[in-house]
Antibody
Framework: QVQLKESGPGLVQPSQTLSLTCTVSGFSLTSNSVHWVRQPPGKGLEWVGAIWSGGSTDYNSALKSRLSISRDTSKSQVFLKMNSLQTEDTAIYFC???????WGQGVMVTVSS | DIQMTQSPSLLSASVGDRVTLSCKASQNIYKYLNWYQQKLGEAPKLLIYYTNSLQTGIPSRFSGSGSGTDYTLTISSLQPEDVATYFCQQYNSWRALTFGSGTKLEIK
C-alpha cells in the first residue's frame, strides 16, 4: 500500500528557509520519482519540482534559484528546501507519486513574522 | 513552460445533467493530460490519465477526450458528490509539469 506523508514546520518567518520532509512507504525511491506540488489558500495547484528515480532533479523555473530537492533512499524520505521565503510562499505543500495517483495529505506552511 | 487554460472557472449544473469541462494547452501535448478532482480540504484525486484512461475506482460517469491542444472532461450524469474543483495537468513536458487554474463545479 503506497503512502506519502509530509512533515515540517507550520510557520516560517519571512526570508528564512523552509525544510519539508516527505516520507514514503509501499514503493522504492530508486524505482520511482516523487514530486512536490503546492497550493496557496483558495488558489490552484503549482508544480514545485521533482526528484527522479536516478536522483536527478527538476524544478519549477520560477522557483529554481531558491529550491533544492534531495532524498535519503535508506529512510525512504524526500526533502524540500526553499530559501528566502516570502508571504507568497504560504501554501499547502503536497508530495505526490510521479503518475499523480498517490498524494500525501499535505502540510500547511504559513510565512509570517 | 506550457500554459494550461481551463474554462469555465465556475460551473453550476443540476443533478443528472451532462457536464463538460474544458482544458486548452498552449501547444500540442500529445494527449499527455491528467484530470484531478479536489474536494474541499482534501488532496487532489486522479480521475483520468493520458486523456481518456479512467483511474481505478473512478465511476464510469467520468470520461475524458481530446487531442492536440484541446481536451475535455465529461461527467455524464452529475451527482451531488461530484461537487469539487477539477484541474487538468499536462505531462508532455515531463520536466516542467503545469496545471490549469481549475473549474469549480457546483450543484444548481
Amino acid at each position: 500500500q503506497v503512502q506519502l506523508k509530509e512533515s515540517g514546520p507550520g510557520l516560517v518567518q519571512p526570508s528564512q528557509t523552509l525544510s519539508l520532509t516527505c516520507t514514503v512507504s509501499g514503493f522504492s525511491l530508486t524505482s520511482n520519482s516523487v514530486h512536490w506540488v503546492r497550493q496557496p489558500p483558495g488558489k490552484g495547484l503549482e508544480w514545485v519540482g521533482a526528484i527522479w528515480s536516478g536522483g536527478s532533479t527538476d524544478y519549477n523555473s520560477a522557483l529554481k534559484s531558491r529550491l533544492s530537492i534531495s532524498r535519503d533512499t535508506s529512510k525512504s524520505q524526500v526533502f524540500l528546501k526553499m530559501n528566502s521565503l516570502q508571504t507568497e510562499d504560504t501554501a499547502i505543500y503536497f508530495c505526490t507519486s510521479a503518475l499523480g495517483d498517490y498524494w500525501g495529505q499535505g502540510v500547511m506552511v504559513t510565512v509570517s513574522s | 513552460d506550457i500554459q494550461m487554460t481551463q474554462s469555465p472557472s465556475l460551473l453550476s449544473a443540476s443533478v443528472g445533467d451532462r457536464v463538460t469541462l474544458s482544458c486548452k494547452a498552449s501547444q500540442n501535448i500529445y494527449k499527455y493530460l491528467n484530470w484531478y478532482q479536489q474536494k474541499l480540504g482534501e488532496a487532489p484525486k486522479l480521475l483520468i490519465y493520458y486523456t481518456n484512461s479512467l483511474q481505478t475506482g473512478i465511476p464510469s460517469r467520468f470520461s475524458g477526450s481530446g487531442s492536440g491542444t484541446d481536451y475535455t472532461l465529461t461527467i455524464s450524469s452529475l451527482q451531488p458528490e461530484d461537487v469539487a474543483t477539477y484541474f487538468c495537468q499536462q505531462y508532455n513536458s515531463w520536466r516542467a509539469l503545469t496545471f490549469g487554474s481549475g473549474t469549480k463545479l457546483e450543484i444548481k
